[in-house]
Structure formats: C-alpha cells, structure tokens
C-alpha cells in the first residue's frame, strides 16, 4: 500500500513522527507536510506565490518532503508531483489537540484528509484530543489499525474519517465509537494588548468547554473515554432546503 503523510503542525512536529513510524507496517510511506506550523488554515491553498519544496531530515535520517504550502498543497504536491505511484490512502495527523464539532471547519489536519479525498482516495484524519502532556502511542497504533481496515473496505466517494483520539494510555481508552459532529463552537474572545511601540494588537483566545445534549457526537465520545471516529463529508449543500427556496420566487 502507498501512504501518503501530511499534518498542519508542521513536518518536525511530533505527531506526524509517530504517525510514520506506525503506518511504515502498513504499506510505503511518503510524507509531505508543511515547513512550518500551519494549524487552523483550514483548506487554503496558495496561488500567488511559488511553493517550495526541500528534503526533510529528522534523527540523521530522510523523512520527507518539506514544503512552503499549507496541508491541502502538500496533498496535491505529493499526489501530482512528487509520489512516482498514486496513493491509496491519505492521513494527516497526528495533530496536537482535537478537531471535533465545528472546529473541523478552520482545521488544516482535517483538509489535508479531505483533498486527498477530492482527489478520489481513501482519506483519513487523526487528531490527539490534548495541548498538553500529548502522548502520541494510542492514536498512531489505532490509525495503523484503521489505515488496514480502509485498504480492505472503502469509503464512499466524497466521504472521509476524522479521528479524534482520548489523550490515554491504550489500556485506559474505553472503545471506538462511530459518531457524529458535534454542533458546538469553540467560545472564543480577543485579548486587546499593548506592543512595545504603544500600538494596540489583539490575540484570540478561548475556551471549549460546552454542554452538549447529543450523545452521539464526537465531543462526548472523547469525553467518555472513546476514540471517536466521525464520517464527513464536503458537498454542503442544504438538500433539504432547495424546494423551499425555489419557492422565493427569486428573479432579476
Ligand atoms: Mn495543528
């Protein structure tokens, strides 16, 4: 099998290591992954500027492709340029803290995942529900697990796994659980500061601690214990609401 690696906190980050490392018994690894932290670009690519790519060493070691571009350029680089074979998976990760609920939206783990799945293969993306203390051992043994499941079934075109995994010891990790997002938002404010110069800046921040009345969702998977395991998917079209809005009447 021929794995294609990226993530958004950048190729030296310690999760895409660990990533590789446990897919290396499933199949031929490449990774290409962003030079530097990229977290929260969400599916931005870039256009107006040229992407550079370098050979990437870690321990001495080759181990991937670095590029200037953000997790959806690396999948593209790496199937349409840098791969000899075409992939038959895709997993970004192993981010550093969870991409559950609508926080999805603005997660550059998660559309590496997905432009791996735009571009016809099995996609898969894994976060680690932590900022802190991350240990990376659970999650890469459970994307081994998975990766070999996905080569033996197949996702639905246009559909991808995001996996969000407890920050636990294996033996303290409850199950797997197959939900589906959580509709909540991360509650977030801007800090108003001072630079050295007397200029005003803000710095974002927050927190996600909501209540969540949806048994099923990913946030209380994680919450209980569980790896959660949410199939997405990109068409966002409101199917429901198309007659209702043919019924606007809407003219020039
Ligand atoms: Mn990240």
Known sequence: MEILITNDDGIYAEGISALACALKKAGNVTVVAPDTQRSAVGHAITISDPLRVVKARRNGEFFGYASSGTPADCVKLGIKAIMKKRPDLVVSGINLGGNQAYNVLYSGTVSGATEGALLGI???????????????????????????????????????????????????????????????????????????????????????????????????????????????????????????????????
């Open 122 to 252: 099995p996609s898969i993306a894994v976060s680690l529900d932590t900022f802190v203390n991350p240990d990376y051992s659970s999650a890469a043994k459970f994307a081994l697990k998975l990766a070999l499941q996905c080569k033996k079934r197949s996702l639905p075109a246009g559909t991808l796994l995001n996996v969000n995994v407890p920050n636990l010891p294996a033996s303290k990790l409850k199950g797997v659980r197959v939900t589906n997002q959580s509709r909540t938002c991360f509650n977030d404010w801007f800090e108003k500061r001072k630079d050295p110069h007397g200029g005003d800046y803000y710095w974002m921040t927050g927190d996600y601690k909501p209540k969540d009345a949806d048994q099923a969702s990913d946030l209380n998977a994680l919450r209980a214990g569980y790896v959660s395991v949410t199939p997405i998917q990109f068409d966002l079209t409101n199917y429901k609401f198309i007659s209702e809005l043919e019924n606007w009447g809407l003219k020039l």
